[in-house]
């Protein structure tokens, strides 16, 4: 046969001889094209803002834990209660090292209810801290002042609250010098944080942080009895690292925690450090199940799509037997016929798979002017569509194209 | 020698009834013959031509074609000579009715590898020699029966082959278009063409230097 750019011809010519039934017969194609399009590129923009959310935690943080941050699969309560909690004292050790700019306790209640007069929110985070808190976790005090040093010395029942409790509590009031209540506690507010906005889809304004010795009076550690209270109830410790030493801070900080937990050299880790890009794998490992599930949602309706064109190929071979017959009279050989049937079962699946890529990028973008989620198109989507529209065509494409090479040209002629 | 035949037989089976078409056919056609294969319908003489055309393989028998043993071909290499060697005119005239006239006289060029230029060259040469030059742009709905079949013979000439297999070429037309279709063969003829003609018809039949009459699967006269 001669160029391909003939043969391409020679499909597109059958399909405008048939508009409606090839359009119908791509539509499965382009549907499924579409909607892979359009949810990857959701994916990306999902993992794009999540990136840039946790970034925004505050930058290159090593934490500190008893527990592990990406473990996968059911944690062993028992063990991880056995290990011996991280304490502020710990965190001042940790300061002392010459990669660290600073290191925070922190140990955190979630889920409290908080009450100023008659009004209360829920699901408030409590933090204990010290006053580098806002600093490691990229907070900043709009109103009032942070928390200082005198505050955690003195176990100053004080707090700064996040922008969602001043909204709810004081609607139009300044919350500061104010009172309010967890339980029978009463905590004055010296400071309100600026909006920062949500994390995987929970509020990071939601909180209260106060000095973690005024916490303890609070929650006092000897009421943390449940073993999951112990495997997880504990301090964390944020550590910031100075610029660029993250891998040097990491190696100061396992070799001081070790010293201060007295572990000889054949024994493992009691705590766990873990970073950013941990989280950030975490959260990758969440959205990967969802990946899979789009991708198998994608082949089914990809393999509905062929089944379409492999139907319609089969109905046309049927109709075109005469043809089939002539052309093998005046020359064509199996594997013309061959690539000419497949060819045309490419050409539609690949038009549904270009008319999907195109649709998808417009759903996506629709979606994004229209809802929160943002959108981002990567170039090998577009690759990943071609691809799996082709390979559609190719593979439901080639029994009916067999079908017609095989065909005996006599019996063929004979068709009516 | 350009065609031989030597005892064919075809069998084919219909369901469970196994029919006998051909019954030890011998025979041979040198170039440039105007032969005629005559024959009363189910005669097996149409069955006589696909074999002879290499669109059908006999049961029994060996057919050589320009001294070469047709039953040692693959099946491309069938094509290859079905595409070359040989043309067809059928009595439905079996056009693609969604290609213009010059579209389907190049079509055999097309499967001959013939770049796109040469191929509309050829096709409207030879459509101008069959007396169609106005009409090439036209779909074979668009034609009338005998244009069409002028068509079909210029698609049947156009990869220059060196025999022909007309099969009932006027069955489907006129009297009057019929003869001018018998005269363009005359003419193909005379210019060189080998040119087999397979007809129940006597005065179709007389137009050939040669007529071999087929009868339930054997020839009942000449070679």
């Known amino acids: 046969m001669n160029s391909i750019t003939e043969i391409i011809g020679l499909a597109v010519q059958t399909f405008k001889s048939h508009r409606m039934r090839s359009f119908l017969t791509t539509l499965g194609i382009i549907i499924g094209v579409t909607t892979v399009i359009a949810i990857l590129s959701l994916i990306e923009g999902l993992n794009q803002s999540v990136a840039s959310q946790i970034r925004s935690i505050g930058s290159d943080l090593i934490f500190v834990t008893k527990y592990s941050m990406v473990r996968m699969g059911p944690p062993n309560f028992e063990d991880i209660a056995k290990r011996p909690d991280l304490t502020p004292d710990d965190a001042l050790a940790l300061k002392q090292l010459s990669s660290v700019v600073t290191a925070v306790p922190t140990i955190e209640q979630n889920f409290t209810k908080l009450k100023y007069k008659d009004k209360e929110v829920a699901m408030t985070s409590i933090e204990g801290s010290t006053e580098d808190f806002s600093k490691v976790h990229n907070y900043i005090v709009e109103i009032g002042r942070d928390l200082n040093a005198d505050d955690i010395l003195h176990k100053r029942n004080v707090g700064i609250i996040g922008s969602y409790v001043a909204k709810n509590l004081f609607s139009d009031e300044l919350p500061i010098g104010k009172d309010l209540n967890i339980g029978a506690h009463r905590i004055k507010i010296i400071g309100v944080y600026k909006e920062k906005g949500s994390f995987l889809g929970q509020s990071m304004d939601n909180l209260i942080t106060i000095p973690y010795p005024f916490y303890e009076k609070i929650f006092p550690t000897r009421k943390r009895t449940s073993i999951y209270e112990r495997a997880f109830g504990g301090y964390t410790i944020s550590v910031m690292p100075k610029s660029g030493k993250v891998e040097e801070a990491m190696d100061e900080i396992r070799e001081l925690m070790r010293r201060r937990h007295s572990l000889r050299l054949d024994q493992p880790d009691d705590f766990e450090l873990g970073t950013q890009q941990m989280l950030f794998e975490i959260y990758q490992n969440i959205t990967r199940v969802g990946f899979v599930a789009i991708i198998a949602i994608a082949a089914i309706s990809l393999i509905v799509g062929g089944i379409g064109i492999m139907n319609i190929m089969l109905v046309s071979v049927a109709e075109r037997t005469r043809e089939i017959g002539i052309r093998k009279a005046v020359g064509a050989s199996n594997q013309n016929i061959l690539l000419q049937f497949i060819t045309e079962s490419v050409v539609l699946s690949l038009v549904g798979g270009v008319i999907g890529i195109i649709l998808g990028i417009l759903l996506a973008w629709l979606i994004s002017a229209v809802s929160p989620l943002k959108a981002a198109v990567a170039p090998w989507m577009i690759i990943l569509g071609f691809g799996f529209s082709s390979a559609v065509g190719i593979f439901f494409g080639i029994y009916p194209a067999r079908k017609a090479a095989s065909l005996n040209p006599i019996e063929a002629l004979r068709y009516e | ?223």
């Open chain 2, 1 to 223: 020698m350009l065609c031989r035949a030597i005892d064919i037989h075809k069998k084919y089976s219909l369901g469970k009834v196994e029919i006998e078409a051909l019954r030890g056919v011998s025979l041979e056609i040198v170039e440039n013959e105007y032969l005629s294969i005559m024959g009363p319908s189910g005669s097996g003489k149409s069955t006589l031509m696909h074999i002879l055309g290499c669109l059908d393989t006999p049961t029994k028998g060996e057919y050589f074609l320009e001294d070469k043993k047709v039953s040692d071909y693959t099946d491309a290499e069938l094509a290859r000579i079905r595409n070359i060697s040989i043309g067809f005119v059928f009595q439905s005239f079996n056009l693609l009715t969604r290609l213009s006239a010059l579209e389907n006289v190049a079509l055999p060029l097309l499967y001959a590898q013939v770049n796109k230029k040469e191929r509309i060259e050829r096709a409207k040469e030879i459509l101008s020699k069959v007396g169609l030059a106005e009409r090439m742009y036209h779909r074979p709905n668009e034609l009338s029966g005998g244009e069409c079949q002028r068509v079909a013979i210029a698609r049947a000439l156009v990869n220059r082959p060196k025999i022909v297999f007309a099969d009932e070429p006027t069955g489907n037309l006129d009297t009057k278009t019929g003869k001018e279709i018998m005269e363009l063969f005359d003419r193909l003829h005379a210019e060189g063409n080998t040119i087999v003609l397979v007809t129940h018809d006597q005065n179709i039949a007389n137009h050939a230097k040669r007529v071999i009459k087929i009868i339930d699967g054997r020839i009942a006269n000449g070679l």
